[in-house]
């Protein structure tokens, strides 16, 4: 089952409905406008009509026992004052037309004294509003009845209704367009703390599954509860597979170390070159899969750390001094000359020292599995607003690889296969740095052959 | 080129009724056109050596509409139109009351094109009744009889000064005899509303045993001839177009006020060639664009400006105002005070 709309942005939901509100409205309005304006318009014409009649019915007289009528000039002329349209009248006095136009018809029924009575009726080809007054005048001691109509054409009364119904419809439109904008911004606005929630979780780094803690109205705190609640499950299960995958590789390391001590041993016994070779390639994978496993102790290490980061002030150069204390046995081995130049200076830092000390071992111990033998490895820091620590070495370098997919997990430079590597270390330095607020700098090395990756980390 | 067309019209002249008709008319004049496709047949007050140049100006614009000219009173044209429903093409009076009952009633066709636009709001009514030309009611007096005395420049003064003259006005005074003249009624009627000195005035000329005239035309002879010292409510474009003629009289316009009447023209309900009389027209409503036409008519064209020279100029206002004195007991009653007035002996 599908809602309808139920893929359409509430924006446009909103947009849509409040515009339809506000067509409702215009139109509404346009119709009550129209309606009042033209009641008003015919209100005026029967106003007049009434006027001329009632003057027409003052100016009634008997002489020497007949009714007379001094026709007032003003009884046509007010009707002439607002529209050009033509003017119909006839008096009747006891049943007799006294004057005007004989054919125009009586209205039934007959009006009553200080009652006008209007009608609307075709008359000589056009519509025309009447009215219809009716008067008793004294002749000869008589009451004599008379009955006055006026009559009026419309052309002036649609004139100004037509008018009037065009500037309604401007309004009317006017009006449209303004509750239009006024819901499109209101729209806005309304969606604007989802469109804050949104950024606030797009701006979080990849690894943050933090609860969502920005301000939020009402409506969407359920919302924000059940993504907060989701991602504390999502956190429980990563810590839990990364706890698994260090327990996984820290029984996998132990046995692997008995084995390879094993082969070792096995090795010296063995006479026969081909049973030899074979062992050696053993070996080599024993240690392959020792490293792997260990760097992803490392690995699930340095992530448990970085989640709760304990930075202390620490010194960078002593830091970088000590890892290459450490690895200089490794390096010993190759023939490989570790050339460490760093200022005679304190260089302080805010951080947690295991995590950088596994950062920049990482980056050593790679320098010196991928340098040849009897070359030389400089290790540098600089200082500026930032410091940089390089690791400069005369190896083959990185080849054609994307040199920034290097700091993605597994990710190994193409010209690597014949080393054994897990492809975790660069890896590890990069969110040690991030974790740092600083980064992982590779590029070839531009003097000679190998390769520069420097940690650059921000001065306190 | 004028000549030509004269010589080549045929022209004709009838006095009485216009074929089987009931209605009077005084006259008809065919001007054919070159390239004749249409006769224009127009009922007109106007008389032909007035509106004349006109004609020949239209035609030389439009050399394929030939002109009927026929001239009724203004009575007449009514009756023709309003009673026995006689077909023209297009109707031109002076009498304004009468061509307003016309539209009003449905006898006129509603016409409108860029030059009627262009006419000021008080000269077209309905777009059905279109004035061309602006006529002012004015006194004609003759020099000779004014000697020593000031002329009047209001109807208060005139009124003193014929009180106080009375063996020099004594039938010497003309007026138009509004029973008879639809002109001399719509002035009377609109001076009777504009004035109450205008009772006054016709008391004192009946005293005076002032004479009565049908025609503008007939009262500025008679100024000029000397028989009358002065005429009230003479059509001054016709006045004006006498005045080389007549040395001896002048035209006085008074000061309290001056009525205009606007000669108008319509197109009848039951015209046969109404895009022509359409285009007619428009030639009468562009007629302030001609000064020449103006010049040899001696008709004032629509001209608001020209109006605004003069403040006491009040132009008779089309609409149905005008039918009040059309009305059977208004009028009846009118002309009775008009009689009383003006007969007393």
Redesign the interface.
């Known amino acids: 089952m599908t809602t309808p709309f139920a893929n359409s942005s509430i924006r446009r939901r909103l947009v849509i409905q409040l515009s339809l509100i506000a067509a409702i409205l215009s139109l509404t309005f346009y119709l009550i406008v129209r309606f009042v304006a033209e009641q008003a318009a015919i209100d005026t014409q029967d106003n007049i009509l009434a006027a001329s009649a009632t003057s027409i019915a003052d100016a009634l007289y008997s002489e020497r026992g007949e009714v ?10 007010m ?3 607002i529209s ?5 009248y006839r008096v009747i006095v006891d049943g007799e037309t ?3 136009y004989t054919d125009l018809p009586e209205p039934t029924p007959l009006p009553i004294p200080s009652n006008a009575v209007f009608s609307t009726f075709d008359y ?3 519509e025309v509003r009447s009215v219809a007054v009716a008067r008793t005048v004294s002749s000869s001691g008589q009451a004599v009845n008379t009955t006055i109509i006026v009559a009026q054409t419309r ?1 002036g009364l649609e004139a100004i209704s037509s008018s009037i119904s065009t500037t309604a419809a401007f309004v009317g439109v006017g009006f449209f367009i303004f509750l239009t904008t006024l819901s499109l911004l209101s729209a806005q606005s309304a969606l604007s703390p989802l469109r804050r929630m949104t950024q606030s979780i797009k701006r979080r780094g990849p690894h943050d599954l933090s609860p969502v803690k920005t301000q939020l109205p009402s409506e969407l705190v359920p919302l924000v509860a059940a993504l907060n609640k989701f991602m504390a499950r999502l956190h429980a299960s990563l810590t839990e597979s990364e706890a698994f995958v260090a327990e996984a590789a820290h029984r996998i390391r132990t046995p692997l170390t008995i084995v390879r001590t094993q082969a070792e041993v096995v090795l010296r016994k063995l006479e026969k070159p081909e049973d030899k070779k074979a062992l050696r390639k053993m070996i080599r994978a024993v240690d392959e899969s020792s490293r792997s496993a260990g760097q992803l102790l490392d690995h699930a290490m340095v992530t448990f750390r970085i989640e709760n980061l304990l930075t202390a002030k620490l010194d960078l150069g002593e830091i970088t001094r000590d890892t290459c204390e450490h690895l200089s046995p490794t390096a010993g081995l190759k023939d490989i000359n570790l050339i460490v130049r760093i200022p005679d200076e304190p260089l302080p830092i805010a951080g947690d020292s295991i995590l950088l000390q596994n950062a920049l071992r990482n980056i050593l111990d790679n320098a010196i599995k991928y340098s040849p033998a009897d070359s030389d490895i400089h290790v540098t820091i600089e200082k500026s607003d930032h410091y940089e620590v390089s690791f400069t070495d005369q190896g083959r370098g990185f080849g054609k690889a994307d040199l920034k997919s290097l700091t993605k997990r597994f990710s190994r430079g193409d010209n690597a296969s014949d080393i054994v590597g897990s492809g975790l270390g660069l890896t590890i330095a990069d969110e040690v740095a991030r974790a740092h607020k600083g980064r992982v700098h590779i590029r070839s090395n531009t003097e000679g052959p190998g390769a520069c990756v420097s940690l650059i980390l921000p001065r306190v | 080129m004028r000549f030509a067309y004269f010589a080549a019209g045929l022209v004709l002249f009838t006095l009485g009724s216009y074929g089987a008709s009931a209605f009077e008319i005084e006259g008809t004049r065919v001007y054919p056109a070159p390239n004749s496709t249409v006769t224009l047949k127009i009922i007109s007050t106007a008389d032909i050596n007035v509106f004349e140049p006109i004609i020949l100006e239209f035609q030389r614009e439009n050399p394929t509409i030939s002109i009927d000219y026929v001239i009724a009173s203004s009575t007449e044209l009514m009756k023709a139109l309003h009673e026995e429903n006689a077909e023209f093409d297009l109707a031109i009076s002076s009498a304004m009351d009468l061509q307003t009952k016309l ?4 006898y006129a066709q509603t016409y409108s094109s860029t030059a009627t636009a262009y006419l000021p709001d008080w000269a077209k ?2 777009n059905q009744i279109f004035a061309f030309t602006q006529e002012p009611a004015v006194v004609v007096i003759s020099d000779a009889a004014f000697q020593g005395i000031d002329p009047p420049n209001n109807r208060e003064e005139l009124i003193s000064l014929l009180r106080e003259n009375p063996e020099r006005f004594e039938q010497r005074i003309g007026t138009y005899d509004v029973r008879a003249s639809g002109a001399g009624y719509l002035f009377a009627t609109q001076d009777s ?1 504009n004035s109450d000195s205008y009772w006054r005035l016709t008391e004192v000329m009946g005293r005076l045993n002032a004479r009565l005239y049908r025609s503008s035309g007939d009262m500025i002879n008679d100024v000029s001839s000397g028989e009358l010292a002065l005429a009230y409510n003479v059509v001054g474009s016709y006045a004006m177009s006498r005045l080389p003629d007549y040395p001896g009289i002048r035209i006085i316009l008074f000061d309290d006020y001056v009525n205009v009447m606007l000669r108008t023209a319509l197109i009848p309900q039951n015209a046969r060639h109404p895009v022509e009389s359409g285009i007619l027209i428009d030639f009468l409503a562009q007629l302030s664009l001609r000064p020449e036409l103006t010049e040899l008519t001696s008709l004032p064209p629509i001209d608001t400006a020209h109006l605004r020279e003069n403040s006491a100029a009040r132009p008779i ?1 089309l ?3 005008l ?3 059309l ?4 009028k009846e ?1 009118f002309l009775q005070n008009w009689v009383s007035s003006m007969e007393q002996e």
């Open positions: 007379n009528l001094e026709l007032p000039y003003s009884a046509l002329s009707l002439g004052s050009e349209d033509r003017v119909f006294l004057t005007g000589r080809g056009e052309l | 539209a009003n009633d449905g009514w309905r509303r206002r609409g149905p105002g039918l009040v004195f009305d059977k007991l208004k009653n």
